[in-house]
């Protein structure tokens, strides 16, 4: 059985609040989990206390046991110092596309052209 530490929805439409579960991996998102370990609220600003609450010694625990948390889950962990984070580098999605480049440079070379 592999197990995650992931998020579970909950709340309303356009409201969501999220359960941090360890769960089967092959169990639906808001489906069935083992254990209840915290929650996190994303419509609370950053620096507030509430926004995420978190048993840290619970996700030690389920992580010697061989659970794996997912991205968003891992970031927590990271924060806490509980995990090393993971740096992710991918300079080329930010870059424009093909058809950006091209308008790009149609615009630079009507705006050479008049000051020639």
């Given at each position: 059985?592999?197990?995650?530490i992931?998020?579970?929805?909950?709340?309303?439409k356009?409201?969501?609040v999220y359960?941090?579960?360890?769960?089967?991996s092959k169990?639906?998102?808001d489906g069935r989990f083992?254990e209840?370990l915290?929650?996190y609220?994303?419509?609370l600003?950053r620096?507030?206390?509430d926004r995420l609450?978190?048993d840290?010694?619970?996700?030690?625990a389920?992580?010697s046991?061989?659970a794996?948390?997912?991205?968003?889950?891992?970031?927590?962990?990271?924060?806490?110092?509980?995990?090393?984070?993971?740096v992710?580098?991918n300079p080329?999605q930010?870059?424009?596309k093909a058809?950006?480049?091209?308008?790009?440079?149609?615009e630079?070379?009507a705006?050479?052209?008049?000051?020639?």
């Open positions: 059985m592999a197990l995650k992931r998020l579970s929805r909950g709340g309303t356009k409201r969501p359960a941090i579960v360890v769960a089967d169990s639906p998102r083992i209840k915290g929650y609220n994303p419509l600003p620096d507030h206390a609450k978190f840290l010694d619970k996700a030690k389920w992580m046991k061989g794996l948390p997912t991205d968003r889950v891992h970031r927590f962990l990271a924060n806490a110092g509980v995990v090393k984070a993971i992710r580098n080329n930010a870059t424009p058809k950006a480049q091209e308008r790009l440079k149609a630079a070379a705006a050479a052209a008049p000051a020639a």
